[in-house]
């Protein structure tokens, strides 16, 4: 069973940092850009970021930029998300997502489309 696994959520205090890593299981990944969403509870799942297979491209939702850096070591078959002065406004369930057509990431496509998703891992930033 292809998965998506995800690590690197917790607890961390207004201004620190955190990284996400997500690794796939069960088959890899070649060619597939992979992502990250959130969701807040009582909020709609939101894009985050997005990269390339090659890492030569990547975008970011307004929210995070400056902040969030995605990058990806596709010998290691590992996607990162620093995560840099975080806010309580970040707190949320991190998805991690591959999909083989990049454009189906950002703020404005609809997610349903993206094959492959991850459970999540919970990122909560104390005020």
């Known amino acids: 069973q292809v998965q998506l696994v995800e690590s690197g959520g917790g607890l961390v205090q207004t201004g620190g940092s955190l990284r996400l890593s997500c690794a796939p299981s069960?088959?890899?990944?070649?060619?597939?850009?992979m992502g990250w969403f959130r969701q807040a509870p009582g909020k709609e799942r939101e894009f985050v970021a997005v990269i390339s297979w090659g890492g030569g491209s990547t975008d970011y939702a307004d929210s995070v930029k400056g902040r969030f850096t995605l990058s990806r070591d596709n010998a290691k078959k590992t996607v990162y998300l620093q995560m840099n002065s975080l806010k309580p406004e970040d707190t949320a369930v991190y998805y991690c997502?591959?999909?083989?057509?990049?454009?189906?990431?950002?703020?404005?496509?609809?997610?349903?489309?993206?094959?492959?998703w991850g459970q999540g891992t919970q990122v909560t930033v104390s005020s």
């Open positions: 069960g088959r890899t990944f070649g060619g597939y850009a």
């Open positions: 997502a591959a999909d083989l057509a990049y454009s189906r990431f950002g703020p404005a496509r609809d997610d349903r489309r993206i094959e492959f």
